[in-house]
Nanobody, 115 residues
Framework: QVQLVESGGGLVQAGGSLRLSCAASGTRFSIPTMGWFRQPPGKQRELVATINSAGNINYADSVKGRFSVSRDTSKNTVYLHMNSLKPEDTAVYYC?????????WGQGTQVTVSS
């Protein structure tokens, strides 16, 4: 059973930066796709960014140019570098891992951006 543990959330002022990390355990094999989703207050969970083992990346339009996703495939670890943060980036951020047909989720880490 794959387990995901996130770290790095917190409170930051608008325009600031944060880095989130997510490490997967419980598997000896590389996870094909890892990434990040977020759930703003009162809204549905939405895609932030994903990256597969070939390095192909997909970003939500709302974070393009500000966020950067990367991974260490050998460690099954994924990172999210968030720059130029805005109050609308406030959300619980969830790490996601896909080894189809299964999808795994972390417990979530709160990111709060103050104006």
């Amino acid at each position: 059973q794959v387990q995901l543990v996130e770290s790095g959330g917190g409170l930051v002022q608008a325009g600031g930066s944060l880095r989130l990390s997510c490490a997967a355990s419980g598997t000896r094999f590389s996870i094909p796709t890892m990434g990040w989703f977020r759930q703003p207050p009162g809204k549905q969970r939405e895609l932030v960014a994903t990256i597969n083992s070939a390095g192909n990346i997909n970003y939500a339009d709302s974070v393009k140019g500000r966020f950067s996703v990367s991974r260490d495939t050998s460690k099954n670890t994924v990172y999210l570098h968030m720059n130029s943060l805005k109050p609308e980036d406030t959300a619980v951020y969830y790490c996601n891992a896909e080894r189809l047909p299964r999808r795994y989720w972390g417990q979530g880490t709160q990111v709060t951006v103050s104006s």
